[in-house]
């Protein structure tokens, strides 16, 4: 488990863990619950090992709060890789950055979220209440996993924490806008899962025909955009025809 010291760049040190996973593995721990400063130590660790690559690193694959760092044993002994790595991170510079920020479209209830309205009824709100706290709050995009560009979100205000469902339902359309215990989500492909839906986005999360095909990724920062059914089905045909596409919003 990690340890913060007592100084450190923008507050207290995170002083992370190494564990070793298999042979041709290791996986550097910054933190063991959801928050931003630790995901930004992953994100900006992996943005290091991107741009200053160590020969023998194979991929590195960000979460919540650790990466996983996957190297060639042949090139590469652990115990190397582990010096390396803590010499990296204790030059590595962390700010909040200026992470893109995105306005994502949300059509709230109907057939793709149909949890609205039970959701609101367990928190003892209108459908409209629950919208309107859902859609107020700043989300922050900790992690792409599960599925090809599935966006685990931090944010979800805590009026909105809500379990999974005990079932896993099994066929969940891309562009579900969800809600998982402390946590939000946007479906990247169709699929099963046990969260509590409240909505869709028609923009396409992973699209394997664009040169990009994740729209979003770890450190970005979004707010849903209630609109319409119509205004939905829109902007699903203008991306479809290749007429529209996702963008963030320009920085200031």
């Known amino acids: 488990m990690s340890k913060r010291a007592q100084h450190g760049l923008g507050g207290p040190e995170i002083v ?61 002994r652990g115990a190397a890789l582990e010096a390396a790595l803590a010499e990296r991170i204790a030059q590595l510079k962390v700010s909040a950055g200026s992470a893109r920020h995105w306005r994502v479209p949300v059509v709230y209830g109907g057939e793709v979220g149909l949890d609205l309205e039970d959701l609101a009824r367990e928190k003892q709100l209108t459908p409209n209440e629950l919208i309107q706290i859902h859609s107020a709050a700043e989300f922050r995009v900790y992690m792409i996993g599960f599925a090809p560009g599935f966006a685990y979100l931090g944010g979800l205000p805590k ?47 992973f699209d394997p025909a664009r040169a990009e095909p994740f729209l979003f990724a770890a450190g970005d920062r979004l707010n849903f955009v209630p609109v319409s059914a119509a205004e939905g089905a829109e902007i699903a045909a203008a991306i479809a025809s290749g007429e529209s596409m996702p963008m963030p919003e320009a920085a200031p």
């Open 16 to 76: 992370p863990a190494f564990l070793s996973v298999g042979d041709c593995a290791l996986a550097v721990q910054f933190g063991d619950v959801i928050d931003a400063d630790v995901n930004r130590r992953v994100i900006a660790l992996a943005e290091s090992l991107s741009d200053f690559p160590i020969q023998g690193v194979l991929e590195c694959v960000p979460t919540y709060r650790s990466l996983l760092v996957s190297y060639d044993p042949a090139l590469l």
């Open 159 to 205: 009026a909105l924490h809500t379990p999974r469902l005990p079932k896993p339902r099994q066929s969940i359309p891309a562009g579900a806008v969800g809600i998982g215990g402390q946590q939000g989500s946007i479906n990247s492909v169709t699929g099963p899962s046990g969260w509590r839906f409240v909505g869709w986005t028609p923009w396409r999360a």
